[in-house]
């Protein structure tokens, strides 16, 4: 008996000296490593509470919502009056848009903890973010009965000011040399005009709403095509790909796949760079949706905050209503199938199934289009639970069968962080690209980008570092809640 009770003893202060070194992970931004380690304190003494919130933190940290979401209910099972479980929730569904959710779990935080500011302070921002939430549901308009906000903008109507000496377009043709002087004055932190603004923005929406849900591209033999993940409004690192690489062109053309906005406070430059260049040369610039390309990321992850700082409320609008028209998928010569976030959770998925949605709308919490927005790869075969919350985890197999069934070669894909800008999965029929280097300025990790030269198509995959940005931090346009558990 005396054993049994030295044993359990022993683990538990086992257990404690690894949440040590795990908290020190976690203060090191090495947030994958910090999991593993709480896993293994958990695993000693599955009955701590703290090891359970502190997992779920680390688990926020790197956008496994729906895991932190777990772990700290858990915590909460264990010890019901454990306010940080709470906390912990609330921040994760929070970080999900669900707000009704998050409000429960600050109200018990407030009552658990009743003369802490900090607490009270949270409740009622979360109270403002429902009220908004429930104004703006019942204010609504159902979709059919919407008119576009195109339809009121007549950017020819807008004068451009005498004193105004920033990029101009003359006439109705985005040039080369206007891009050029756009990015220059970006990178010196000067704004467009709002009057060029509108017009790319508009001219944009026009070409990406012509477009099919799944786009074929055709790279002839010895000509070469990028693909490049998640830039989240790292402008400067944006500037830094086309130094690597140079700029887009019928010679050089790019896909940009998914998530260009949102986190970095440089959305707006690099949204309307991208934008700008589709203009200017359509087939050397293609644009894929990412997660964040929709109304409820962009109300809490900054873009809708630093649009209305920068250009005003009717662009909120507008970007929203153009990001629905950004296709879903591309295919590059009939064999590699590039999207945001990944595959279904059925088999049998056809690329005309994926040429059928219809996506001018926001995405939905399920089916396909919300499937190729959110899902991940896992190593173990078959499907599992969304890390995130939304979509789904999907194994080898999976990624097998949906490239036999449609006679491709390869998945890209992006949607995560990884060390080295990429990940090469699934027996290397699957690979990460992610082009955020030191994501939010604090995950050091590297971008990447990946060249693929017609006709062999292999991948050539290149790693980079962040460059240098002006002073302002990323999130700075995100909504004041938000930032408190930042």
């Known amino acids: 008996m005396a054993t049994i009770v030295e044993s359990a ?42 090891y359970w919130a502190n997992r779920a933190f680390a688990h926020t940290k790197l956008e496994e919502y729906g895991s932190a979401v777990q772990d700290a209910t858990k915590a909460i099972e264990i010890d019901p009056r454990y306010s940080k479980g709470y906390y912990r929730r609330g921040a ?70 005498s004193q105004y000496t920033g990029a101009r377009i003359e006439g109705e043709v985005v040039t080369l040399e206007f891009v050029k002087k756009m990015m220059d004055e970006f990178k010196n932190q000067r704004r467009l005009h709002k009057r060029y603004a509108y017009q790319i923005v508009l001219q944009a929406r026009e070409m990406l709403q012509a477009m099919p849900s799944l ?26 790909i086309f130094e690597l690489n140079g700029l887009p062109s019928e010679e050089n053309p790019y896909l940009f796949n998914g998530d260009f906005v949102d986190r970095g406070s440089f959305s707006v430059e690099v949204i309307l760079t ?58 590059i010569n009939d064999k590699i199938f590039v999207v945001h976030g990944g595959l279904f959770s059925v088999d049998g998925v056809k690329l005309s199934d994926i040429r059928a949605i219809d996506r001018l709308c926001e995405p939905p919490e399920e089916g396909l289009m919300c499937e190729l927005l959110w899902s991940d790869p896992q ?13 789904l985890s999907f194994g080898e197999d999976v990624t097998k069968r949906f490239l036999q069934e449609n006679n491709l070669d390869l998945v890209v894909r992006s949607h995560e962080v990884k060390d080295e800008g990429y990940e090469i999965e699934h027996s290397g029929k699957l690979i990460t690209v992610f082009s955020a280097p030191n994501y939010c300025d604090q995950m050091g990790n590297k971008g990447a980008f990946i060249r693929f030269t017609a006709p062999d198509l292999k991948p050539d995959i290149v790693s980079f570092s962040a460059v ?4 302002v931090k990323p999130m700075a346009y995100a909504s004041n809640f938000l930032q408190m558990f930042s």
Do not use: W
């Open 9 to 50: 003893n022993s683990n538990i202060e086992r257990a404690e000296e690894i949440k040590v070194s795990a908290n020190e992970a976690f203060k090191a931004n090495k947030f994958s490593q910090a999991i593993d380690l709480y896993s293994k304190a958990i695993e000693l003494n599955g009955s701590n509470a703290v």
């Open 92 to 161: 994760a569904y929070l970080a999900m848009g669900k707000f009704k959710e998050a409000l429960k779990d600050f109200q018990q935080v407030k009552k658990l903890c009743p003369n802490d500011p900090d607490a009270a302070k949270k409740l009622k921002e979360c109270e403002k973010a429902v009220q908004k939430l429930r104004f703006e549901e019942a204010i609504a308009v159902h979709e059919s009965e919407k008119r576009s906000i195109a339809d009121f903008i007549d950017f020819h109507a807008i004068e451009v000011e």
């Open 215 to 240: 786009v074929d591209i055709s790279v002839p033999n010895g000509d070469h095509f990028t693909v490049c993940g998640d830039v989240h409004g790292q402008f400067y690192d944006l500037l830094n």
């Open 274 to 331: 991208l934008f700008a260049l589709k203009c200017m040369s359509p087939t050397a610039m293609y644009l894929s949706r990412g997660n964040h390309e929709s109304k409820s990321m962009n109300k809490i992850y900054g873009f809708e905050g630093e649009v209305r700082s920068k250009l005003g409320e009717t662009f909120v609008e507008l970007f929203a209503e153009v990001f629905c028209c950004l296709p879903l998928a591309h295919v």
């Open 379 to 391: 190593p173990q075969r078959g499907r599992g639970p969304s890390k995130r919350g939304v979509g």
């Open 468 to 471: 240098p940005h002006p002073d």
